[in-house]
């Protein structure tokens, strides 16, 4: 939240190379350490290679709540399951990272609501589960200074799934030199 709020009064983003899918393995190992204590666990279900430019931290910081979420609305002896989709095959190349729990889900109408700060959506998401409503906030803020996106939406049957989207640098065209 400190390292926002200096970016926010001008302070500029980080300009380091991050390797998503290394960080993201970090992430998963981590939080499915802490998932084996709700009796659930976290899973990887795919990651391709994918390379960003941004602040390590605050994307880091972004994903952990956003599985750290999930760990907490996911039913007993299920997944989360995180997948890094990575596409540069056209003009505007984008990474996504998608978490998805087998929780209750959130009414359509409050699917925007998660992202404000201090929202809870309902009595089971009071304070004794964790946090005060500012996790998925802190994450949004994060996802937009990367000039992405996050999102939610229920799956079918039961469950959410959050999708974070961040632009990647496209791969540098090949020069062919002829004599």
Same mark, same amino acid.
Do not use: W
């Given at each position: 939240?400190?390292?926002?709020?200096?970016?926010?009064?001008?302070?500029?983003?980080?300009?380091?190379?991050?390797? $998503?899918?290394?960080?993201?393995?970090? %992430?998963?190992?981590?939080?499915?350490?802490?998932?084996?204590?709700?009796? &659930?666990?976290?899973?990887?279900?795919?990651?391709?290679?994918?390379?960003?430019?941004?602040?390590?931290?605050?994307?880091?910081?972004?994903? #952990?709540?956003?599985?750290?979420?999930? %760990?907490?609305?996911?039913?007993?002896?299920?997944? $989360? #399951? $995180?997948?890094?989709? &990575?596409?540069?095959?056209?003009?505007?190349?984008?990474?996504?990272?998608? $978490?998805?729990?087998?929780?209750?889900?959130?009414?359509? !109408? !409050?699917?925007?609501?998660?992202?404000?700060?201090?929202?809870?959506?309902?009595?089971?998401? #009071?304070?004794?589960?964790?946090?005060?409503?500012?996790?998925?906030? %802190?994450?949004?803020?994060?996802?937009?200074?990367?000039?992405?996106?996050?999102?939610?939406?229920?799956?079918?049957?039961?469950?959410? #799934?959050?999708? %974070?989207?961040?632009?990647?640098?496209?791969?540098?065209?090949?020069?062919?030199?002829?004599?």
């Amino acid at each position: 939240l400190l390292t926002l709020s200096k970016i926010d009064a001008g302070e500029s983003l980080a300009n380091e190379t991050i390797d $998503v899918a290394e960080m993201l393995r970090t %992430i998963v190992v981590d939080t499915d350490f802490e998932a084996r204590d709700h009796n &659930c666990r976290v899973a990887p279900h795919g990651a391709q290679d994918c390379i960003t430019v941004g602040s390590s931290d605050l994307l880091r910081s972004a994903v #952990e709540n956003v599985i750290r979420n999930a %760990i907490r609305y996911t039913a007993q002896q299920t997944e $989360v #399951e $995180v997948r890094l989709r &990575c596409d540069t095959s056209g003009a505007a190349s984008e990474g996504t990272i998608s $978490v998805r729990d087998h929780g209750p889900g959130v009414p359509e !109408s !409050s699917l925007e609501e998660l992202f404000r700060p201090f929202v809870r959506l309902d009595e089971s998401r #009071e304070r004794s589960t964790g946090g005060v409503g500012l996790g998925l906030a %802190i994450a949004q803020r994060a996802v937009k200074l990367h000039g992405g996106e996050i999102k939610a939406q229920n799956c079918a049957g039961r469950g959410l #799934e959050v999708i %974070i989207s961040f632009p990647v640098p496209s791969p540098a065209p090949l020069l062919l030199h002829t004599s």
